[in-house]
C-alpha cells in the first residue's frame, strides 16, 4: 500500500471520526449516532494499524541496509591467526597448562548438621 493511500484514509476516517463525535455529542442516548461513532473509531484503528505495519516494514528494511558492527573480540586489528581461527577451541599443550579434573564440579564442603558439639 503507497503512503498516499494511507495518507488519505487516515484523513478521511479522522474526519468521518470527528463528525460522528460530534453527532453523538450533541445526543448521547442516540443509539445510531453512538453506533456510527464507533464504526468511525473502528475504521480509525484499521487504519492507524495500516500505517503502523508500514512504520515497522520502514524500520526493518532501513536496519537491514546498515552493516552489522563487528565484536571487538573478533576485530581485525586484534586477529591473529588463520582463516579458521580456532584459538579458543585448542586443548592446552601437553605438559603447559594446569591439568583439569574430567569429573564434575565440586562445591565447598559442607558443614555437618547432625552433631551440636560445643
Not at 552489522?68 to 586489528?77: A, T
Amino acid at each position: 500500500m503507497e503512503e498516499d493511500d494511507i495518507s488519505k484514509r487516515l484523513k478521511e476516517t479522522a474526519s468521518q471520526c470527528g463528525e460522528a463525535l460530534d453527532a453523538w455529542l450533541k445526543d448521547k442516548k442516540d443509539n445510531k449516532a453512538r453506533s456510527a461513532l464507533q464504526e468511525a473509531v473502528h475504521e480509525l484503528r484499521k487504519v492507524s494499524s495500516r500505517l503502523e505495519i508500514e512504520l515497522a516494514i520502514s524500520e526493518r528494511d532501513e536496519m537491514t541496509q546498515k552493516p552489522i558492527p563487528i565484536p571487538s573480540h573478533r576485530d581485525s586489528h586484534k586477529r591473529v591467526g588463520d582463516k579458521n581461527d580456532n584459538r579458543g577451541n585448542r586443548a592446552p599443550k601437553e605438559g603447559g597448562g594446569k591439568p583439569r579434573s574430567s569429573g564434575p564440579r565440586k562445591g565447598p564442603p559442607k558443614k555437618a548438621s547432625g552433631s551440636n558439639e560445643g
